[in-house]
């Protein structure tokens, strides 16, 4: 058992460092081992996220154009020294789902972005998780996505009613598998939303997508009544119109509020321990128990026990999962699986590798006038792939994990979900084009720069392999695993050593073969 | 499709019977060619309209009190019991008023004509809380109220029951993902796009080294599937199922092209993503039938169409659902036609089904 002043070895630090990010360098290996767990911690959880927002060149909505706000994203994401940041905003692109396939609006996924990284690990002054989820309801991307901007006092639409409580706060049951609402707190949630619109122009100073309320279209019905049969509230429930004092725009704020004070079966924040169990899950490993997540919540106060006035903060509690044992259980054994966008992006930035990118010329109506311009589209592939296939954005989308396409509002389904044998194929595809991404400079796979080539021994070398790609623990010595890459290097016995890294065609069909069956092995799915 | 319900209840208790096999036995070929047998050499495949099918617009009542109720629930995308007489089926047996299909399932017509067709209506169940996830999930679990626990799905229960394991392809799905009813982590199943795209992947500089990447790659996840932990076992079968499939299923597709060419032609002319999955599953079938290779020996299928959340775009006559219908029925249509020109309609049963969780209106 430890806590937040536990030491660091190697192979912890190298486990905490491969699930808060994508890229082990040797310089934040030597900068985490031997350093406490809390020290670690807060430094990775310091500071606010950046404003980078994804490049919208136009805003018409066109296959080649939504490859191109996917690969401006993916790019940020290999070249960023914000590793931390860029797999929460992942982790709450997956929560707050919403599919460019749906909004087709490539300015309005790229603000929501920016707000997403803006919030992703807290540490927005005056702000917190309940005041993110209160720009969540005004978001335009969320708003078409969900049918805000359809709701309106004589045709309500539940939608967003729905999932905000299904999905990003509640839940639709408890811990304990009680019920977390009703559709009678659905219909007077959707009645609060009714009229909320986004502007689509920029004039009368506005910006394009900033919400606004159309008073003609709000139901402004009071009361407003929620929870009244669950939620800790008694039989009176909740006034989402607090008594008729606060109508109108402040309604949705107050839904907020509202959530934010549900308690569960047991007497605790419903939403605590959602968006704990949660976090929990993405960073650490599935199924926390209980006692492991209302741990948590108590030494972060993220449900504000301890202090009302610091709840809903997300560093403290980002902290405390990233100290407790239970994110340092996997470390001999990870089990949690990559995702397709972390398998990709690691990859890269652990071989070193830019992408390449091919110009294509795409029919697009860039002045919205009826009329098509030719206009030169880049499309980002790993070296040499482009004629295998149609690039990294079609490689993502094939393993299950395109950037801005969620298959639905649930977000993507995790874990063993993600390597079924269709994706794992793909996954294999994605190795062998490494594999071959042959020839000079960044863009290239270089090998030999990655080990040291005066290693002759087979196991020495199939070693070195494993710990450039930082799964070293999980090939041991006498490993059935680790004997499998040796015999392919010395093609069973054949091939006696020395093995001698200086010769090209060795190098070239051999060591490359190494790395491709690394990243192809069960062991490198995991983290 | 003439598998009657009780039919295959009775089909499915017999195959639980295998449930007493060990992993090892139920390996062996020739007990997997027995398990066909008990199996009466049948093929499931299931046919997913995603995102929430409007009941009432598929099965339409036209007479009595139901048509009355229809009208007020679906005023603004009633279709005229004009339109419907040309696609009238039997009569609702509760009430005894007429119903029709939607006149776009016309590929359904025909064959519900030919008596190939059975409806279940109204399917549902207990205290739904209108989540779209949560019907999916009671469809796909087949645990309404949740006495059995866990997420492995109905069709993945009835595969571990039935003795597949870990080295056995029992079923394909022709998605990038795996259908939520056919998870489990005891055996195979495949998910593919195509047969075609189904190849493993080696570098093709130095085809010299291919045996040496396949022997290490089958020892790698040989060993995770040893592994006592559930997941890298996962991976590991799933890996080396993979592997298997590579080599085994892309060599089926010419000797169908080969054989069947009208056939293929006439999935080809539906120009649809569901002809061309079903004609994925009628090559698969065509080579089980056959016997042409010992690893290909897969009995249940699943493909989704989706786009069904069409709320209140949904159209009548014609619009986004007629649209999807139409692609449905008639690639059904042209499958069922292939699989009777070979002569084992009678050994298939295709399922249509759709989640709807929310309000009638």
């Not at chain 1, 609060?192 to 279209?217: C, P």
């Not at chain 2, 056959?290 to 299928?301: H, M």
């Not at chain 2, 699943?302 to 449905?328: P, Y």
Request: aromatic share 10%; proline share 4%; hydrophobic share 40%.
């Amino acid at each position: 058992m430890g806590d937040e002043n536990t030491l660091l070895d190697e192979a912890e630090a190298r486990h905490l460092l491969r699930r808060v990010g994508f890229e082990i360098s040797t310089r934040d290996l030597h900068r985490y081992t031997g350093k406490s767990r809390g020290y670690a911690a807060d430094a990775l959880t310091r500071g606010k996220g950046t404003t980078f927002k994804p490049k919208v060149r136009y805003n018409v909505y066109q296959a080649d154009l939504r490859r191109e706000v996917h690969d401006s994203w993916l790019n940020y994401m290999l070249k960023t020294g914000k590793q931390f940041q860029e797999k929460m905003v992942l982790f709450w692109h997956d929560h707050f789902a919403c599919s460019v396939i749906d909004v087709k609006d490539f300015t309005l996924m790229a603000n929501q972005n920016k707000l997403l990284r803006r919030h992703c690990k807290g540490n927005v002054k005056n702000e917190s998780f309940k005041t993110f989820v209160k720009s969540i309801n005004r978001d335009a991307a969320m708003m078409d996505f969900l049918d805000t901007n359809k709701n309106t006092k004589t045709k309500p639409n539940e939608n967003y009613g729905r999932e905000l409580q299904e999905l990003f706060t509640l839940g639709v049951y408890d811990i304990n598998g009680v019920a977390n609402y009703t559709q009678a707190d659905i219909v007077q949630i959707a009645k609060a939303f009714s009229g909320w619109r986004f502007y689509k122009d920029t004039s009368a100073g506005h910006k394009y997508g900033d919400a606004y309320l159309d008073t003609t279209k709000h139901d402004n019905t009071t009361p407003k009544p929620v929870f009244t049969t669950v939620g800790g509230f008694g039989a009176a429930g909740r006034d989402i119109t607090l008594g008729g004092t606060s109508i109108g725009a402040a309604e949705i704020d107050n839904v907020i509020d509202i959530l934010f004070d549900h308690t569960d079966s047991d007497g605790q924040g419903t939403v605590a321990r959602y968006i704990t169990g949660k976090l929990i899950s993405y960073l650490a490993n599935a199924n926390p128990t209980k006692a492991t997540i209302d741990a948590i919540i108590a030494r972060s106060n993220f449900d504000g026990s301890t202090d009302p006035l610091t709840a809903w903060q997300l560093a403290p509690l980002l902290r405390e999962i990233l100290v407790d044992d239970f994110f340092y259980a996997a470390v001999a054994q990870p089990h949690s699986v990559k995702w397709p966008v972390h398998y990709v992006v690691s990859t890269l930035r652990q071989l070193n590798m830019n992408l390449d990118y091919t110009n294509f010329t795409a029919s697009v109506d860039i002045n919205n006038d009826g009329i098509n311009e030719t206009i030169s589209v880049k499309r980002y592939h790993v070296l040499n792939a482009i004629s295998t296939t149609v690039g990294i954005q079609q490689q993502l989308t094939d393993m299950g994990q395109a950037l801005f396409e969620p298959p639905t509002v649930f977000g993507w389904d995790w874990e063993t979900a993600w390597t079924n044998s269709g994706t794992l194929l793909e996954r294999n595809d994605f190795a062998v084009i490494i594999a071959q991404a042959r020839g000079v400079g960044s863009k290239a796979f270089r090998p030999e720069r990655l080990i040291n080539r005066a290693l002759t021994d087979p196991g020495d070398i199939v070693d070195a392999v494993t710990a450039a790609l930082h799964v070293q623990d999980q090939f041991p010595n006498g490993s059935a695993s680790r004997q499998a890459l040796i015999d392919y290097l010395t093609e069973a016995g054949s091939i006696a050593p020395p093995i001698n890294l200086n010769d090209p065609t060795t190098v070239d069909k051999k060591l490359r073969g190494l790395f491709c069956l690394v990243l192809e092995s069960p062991a490198y799915q995991l983290q | 499709m003439s598998l009657s319900r009780r039919q295959f209840l009775k089909r499915t208790s017999l195959l639980t019977a295998g449930s007493f096999l060990s992993p090892a036995l139920a390996r062996n070929p020739f007990l997997r060619r027995a398990m066909a047998d008990a199996l009466g050499g049948k093929y499931l495949i299931i046919l997913n309209a995603d995102g929430g099918n409007d009941g009432l617009n598929t099965v339409i009542p036209t007479s009595g009190s139901l048509r009355a109720t229809y009208q007020a629930v679906r005023n603004t995308l009633e279709i005229p019991t004009t339109s419907l007489a040309a696609s009238s089926i039997s009569n609702d047996p509760g009430t005894g008023n007429a119903l029709a299909l939607h006149p776009a399932l016309d590929g359904f017509k025909s064959l519900y004509d030919l008596g190939r067709v059975a409806v279940f209506q109204g399917c549902g169940y207990p205290n739904p809380n209108l989540s779209h996830d949560e019907a999916r999930k009671k469809w796909a679990i087949g645990d309404p109220t949740n006495t059995l626990g866990g997420n492995a799905g109905w069709v993945g229960r009835f595969l571990v029951n039935a003795g597949y394991g870990a080295a056995d392809i029992s079923s394909v799905n022709l998605r990038t993902s795996i259908a939520r009813e056919f998870s489990q982590s005891t055996t195979n199943v495949i998910a593919m796009s195509s047969l075609a795209s189904f190849d493993f992947p080696y570098d093709s500089a130095y085809s010299s080294d291919d045996s040496y990447k396949r022997a290490a790659y089958a020892a790698l996840h040989e060993d995770a599937s040893l592994s006592a932990e559930a997941t890298r076992q996962f991976i590991g079968n799933a890996g080396t199922a993979t592997l298997t499939a590579s080599e085994h299923y892309p060599p089926i597709e010419p000797i169908y092209l080969a054989d069947r060419p009208t056939w293929n032609n006439g999935y080809e002319s539906l120009n649809s993503a569901t002809a061309d999955n079903l004609r994925e599953i009628a090559k698969i079938i065509y080579a089980v039938e056959n016997g042409f290779d010992t690893n290909v020996c897969a009995r249940f299928f699943q493909l989704t169409k989706g786009g069904f959340d069409t709320h209140s775009n949904q159209g009548a006559e014609t619009g986004r659902q007629a649209n999807l219908f139409k692609e449905i029925s008639r690639a059904v249509e042209q499958f069922y036609a292939d699989v009777e020109n070979m002569g084992i309609a009678n050994k298939v049963l295709v399922v249509w089904w759709s989640e709807f969780g929310r309000r009638v209106n």
